[in-house]
């Protein structure tokens, strides 16, 4: 299985996460130890991110105006955090200095800035209620500000896809490498057997970016046609793929079996041109460079080709239920949402469907209101 790329990643972030823990106070360890059973490492990383920046903000406020850094932010202060510093946390994320920016204002013009939508307000807001839920339950703290504070509104985005033509026109370009700089077309005859594997893998199974470059060479069965993933969460998962994904993934493996790999990197399946397992950055670039002569008015990743997938299979098949598992959403409530418009569109589809007659005749409005007699008196008046 995936085990050494899953664990190398679990090492990667738990180191990332002590080295921010360092700077943040005491009381936030206690958080992090006891959500660890239930969290992934990256999922931890990221609240520690969150919290260090909303620990650098309440330093700032008049709550710790006798605090000398935010490593003695303690139960107390916490505990006095108030719904307005939250909402004056948020607002002040829309627009930020970046950490390592060396204005020493945030008026200053040149400094380099962070800024933060509705999800990322809404993401930031989830960390600060998960940590206060926690310290609230343990009963470190009697009062619990996050919780009082109202989420951003998030506005639906629009699901970019790909449509059937655009599809094959993507495959044909891996293929020909028409339209590719002359630089790139230095390496095409390289990579490309190997791009048009990972292209009809997104394609033709609707996994993760992650999943895919995690996928060793022990985890694929020709013979079922099946290749075995680990999921968000760290859950171990099987998908089954079609003939076409077979055709090319066998087409890569004939050579790949014929490539020496770096050391420690025996096990990978799709390979970068050092002969290192393929990173999600180098996937997302080639994605990128294909898709932008394929669809150049799309903004095409991996996760939109993910998308593709989606409605592809909801077109074929309408279930819901269905997509949902094969895209391995744990709440079909999230697969519907993003596939409501196809809903809507099968719901027309349907209504033009049952006929009532044979062959009934379309009315014809206009004709209809002009064999209509005035039984008027030539009055407007009623």
Request: hydrophobic share 35%.
């Amino acid at each position: 299985m995936s085990d050494d790329y899953t664990a190398e990643r679990s090492r990667i972030y738990t180191l990332k996460l002590r080295e921010v823990l360092s700077e943040l106070p005491s009381v936030c360890s206690e958080f992090f130890r006891g959500i660890e059973t239930t969290t992934t490492p990256l999922t931890r990383y990221g609240y520690a991110l969150d919290l260090r920046l909303f620990m650098r903000y309440l330093i700032c406020t008049d709550l710790c105006k006798n605090v000398e850094s935010i490593k003695a932010i303690d139960y107390r202060i916490l505990d006095s955090v108030t719904p307005d510093i939250v909402e004056g946390f948020l607002e002040y994320i829309s627009l930020y200095p970046e950490e390592n920016s060396d204005a020493d204002s945030s008026a200053d013009v040149s400094a380099v800035f962070v800024s933060n939508g509705e999800r990322g307000k809404a993401r930031k807001l989830s960390s600060l209620r998960a940590f206060y839920k926690y310290l609230y339950k343990k009963g470190r703290i009697n009062s619990n500000a996050p919780s009082l504070v109202d989420a951003p509104k998030l506005h639906e985005k629009s699901i970019i896809r790909l449509e059937p033509d655009e599809i094959a026109k993507l495959l044909d370009l891996v293929d020909n490498g028409e339209g590719l700089t002359d630089a790139q077309k230095r390496y095409h005859n390289q990579t490309k057997i190997r791009d048009a594997a990972i292209v009809t893998l997104f394609l033709g199974t609707g996994m993760r970016i992650s999943e895919l470059v995690s996928i060793n060479t022990d985890d694929i069965d020709f013979e079922q046609n099946e290749v075995r993933i680990v999921r968000k969460g760290g859950n171990q998962d099987i998908l089954v793929f079609g003939s076409e994904v077979r055709s090319a993934l066998i087409d890569y493996k004939l050579r790949r079996d014929g490539t020496e790999t770096a050391p420690g990197h025996e096990k990978a399946f799709f390979l970068s041109m050092q002969r290192k397992r393929i990173t999600v950055r180098a996937v997302e670039q080639l994605v990128k460079k294909y898709a932008q002569l394929a669809a150049p008015l799309k903004k095409i990743s991996p996760h939109k080709l993910r998308s593709t997938y989606g409605t592809s299979l909801y077109r074929e098949t309408g279930d819901i239920y269905l997509v949902a598992d094969v895209l391995g959403h744990k709440d079909v409530n999230t697969t519907r949402k993003h596939y409501a418009a196809l809903a809507q569109e099968r719901r027309r589809t349907a209504a033009e469907v049952i006929k009532l007659r044979e062959d009934p005749a379309v009315p014809d409005l206009e004709a209809k209101t002009e064999a209509v007699p005035d039984h008027g008196n030539g009055s407007d008046e009623n």
